[in-house]
C-alpha cells in the first residue's frame, strides 16, 4: 500500500470512529431516557437497562453505517480541501479519482465488517433484545412460536398447527388440531388441508375428524368441506412480528429462494431491505464527494454550506430509498428495485461526475 493510500485511509478511518462513536452515545442516550420509564414500571433495576442497550449496540452499528460512512467520507475530503492538501495532490498529478479511491475502499471495507456482524451477530443480539423489552419489560409472551415455517400454538384444550402463507389473510395451509381426554388419549383430532377463518366462523376443505370413542377405538369422518366451531380464532395465534428481525441474512436468503413462488414474500424483502441498507453507505459517499467541491467551487464559500449540501442530495436519496422500501412492503413495488434502485442510480452520477472533474482537468 502506498503512503498516499495508507494517510487517506487512515484519516477516513479515524473520522469514520469519531461520527459513529458520537452517533452511538446520542443514540444510546435518546434510547436509555425514551425507556428507561417502562423499566422502572416493570420493577427492573437499571442493570437491566444497561443489558439492552449493551446488547442493542450490533444492531445500533448496522443502522448507522450509511450515514457515518457519509459524513466520514464528506469530513475527510473537507478537511483536506480545507488543508490544501487536495490541491497539492492534484498539483502533484493525482487525479480527483485516485485521491478518492482509497475513501471508498475504506467505506467499502468498514461495510464488510457491519455485513459480517449482520450474519453472525445482529441477529444474537436482536433475539435477546426482543426478549427483554418484549417479554421481561412489556410482558408481551408469545403464546405461539414459529418452526420451519409452520405455527404452533397451545389453546384452552388442545395444541393447534399450521402453515400461514400470507400473514394479512386468515388463510392456513396443512392446518391440524389436536385434543386429549383426562389421561393424555388423542380425543380429538381434526386435520384438513386449508383452513379459513372469515365471519365469526372456521371452515376446513379436504380433510378428517378423528373421535376416540369410549372403548378406545377411533370413528374417522372424511369430509370434502365443512365448518366446525373451535375454542381460538386467528387473533389467539401470536406469533412475535418481530422475528423477520432476529434471522440472519443466510437464513433470509433460504427462505426467499424456497418461497419465490409467492406473490409477496416478507423474507425475500427483508433479505434485500437488509443487505441494501448495509451497502447504501456507498453509494451515498459516490453522491456526497463530487456534490462536495462542486458546491465550493462555485460558491467560493467555506466548508459548512457545502457539506451542507453534500449531505442534504446523500439524505435525499436516503429518503428516496426508505420510501421505496415502504412501496415495496406495500406491494407496489419489486423488491429487489426498490432496494437496489437507488444504489445504481447514485452510483453511475456519482462516478459520472467524479470522471467528470478529472476530463475538465485535461
Known amino acids: 500500500m502506498k503512503l498516499l493510500d495508507r494517510y487517506l485511509l487512515g484519516l477516513f478511518s479515524k473520522n469514520l470512529m469519531l461520527v459513529l462513536s458520537s452517533l452511538l452515545v446520542i443514540y444510546l442516550l435518546v434510547d436509555f431516557f425514551e425507556r428507561v420509564d417502562d423499566f422502572l414500571d416493570a420493577h427492573k433495576p437499571v442493570v437491566f437497562v444497561l443489558k439492552y442497550l449493551a446488547f442493542k449496540i450490533p444492531l445500533i452499528f448496522e443502522q448507522l453505517t450509511p450515514v457515518c460512512i457519509l ?40 461495510t464488510i465488517f457491519v455485513l459480517i456482524s449482520g450474519q453472525w451477530l445482529v441477529p444474537v443480539s436482536v433475539s435477546v433484545t426482543n426478549k427483554i423489552w418484549y417479554q421481561d419489560v412489556r410482558s408481551n409472551i408469545p403464546k405461539g412460536i414459529q418452526r420451519n415455517k409452520r405455527v404452533f400454538f397451545k389453546g384452552e384444550s388442545g395444541i393447534y398447527s399450521f402453515g400461514r402463507p400470507d400473514p394479512k389473510k386468515n388463510n392456513f395451509t396443512g392446518f391440524s388440531y389436536m385434543a386429549w381426554d383426562d389421561e393424555y388419549h388423542p380425543a380429538f383430532v381434526l386435520t384438513a388441508e386449508t383452513a379459513a377463518w372469515g365471519e365469526g366462523k372456521w371452515s376446513f376443505k ?130 429487489v428495485f426498490a432496494s437496489w434502485g437507488i444504489h445504481f442510480f447514485c452510483c453511475v452520477l456519482g462516478l459520472f461526475w467524479i470522471r467528470r472533474r478529472d476530463l475538465r482537468r485535461l
Not at 71 to 87: C, P, V
Not at 269 to 298: A, D, E, N, Y
Not at 305 to 321: D, E, K, P, R
Open 206 to 335: 379436504n380433510g378428517q375428524f378423528k373421535r376416540r370413542q369410549k372403548d378406545g377405538s377411533y370413528h374417522i369422518e372424511i369430509f370434502d368441506q365443512t365448518g366446525f366451531d373451535l375454542k381460538e380464532t386467528p387473533l389467539d395465534f401470536f406469533v412475535s412480528v418481530h422475528h423477520m428481525d432476529e434471522k440472519s441474512l443466510s437464513t433470509l436468503f433460504s427462505e426467499a429462494r424456497s418461497e419465490k413462488d409467492q406473490s409477496f414474500s416478507e423474507a425475500r424483502w427483508k433479505f434485500h431491505q437488509r443487505l441494501s441498507h448495509i451497502f447504501l453507505g456507498i453509494p451515498l459517499i459516490l453522491l456526497g464527494i463530487p456534490v462536495l467541491f462542486m458546491v465550493h467551487q462555485r460558491r467560493g464559500t467555506g466548508l459548512v454550506l457545502a457539506i451542507s449540501v453534500s449531505c442534504g442530495f446523500a439524505f435525499a436519496a436516503w429518503g428516496v430509498w426508505s420510501t421505496a422500501q415502504s412501496l415495496a412492503r406495500a406491494e407496489y413495488l419489486d423488491p
Open 71 to 110: 459524513l466520514a467520507g464528506i469530513i475527510t475530503l473537507g478537511l483536506l480541501n480545507r488543508n490544501f492538501e487536495f490541491m497539492a495532490l492534484r498539483a502533484g498529478g493525482s487525479s480527483f479519482r485516485r485521491i478518492v479511491a482509497p475513501v471508498v475502499a475504506g467505506a467499502l471495507l468498514f
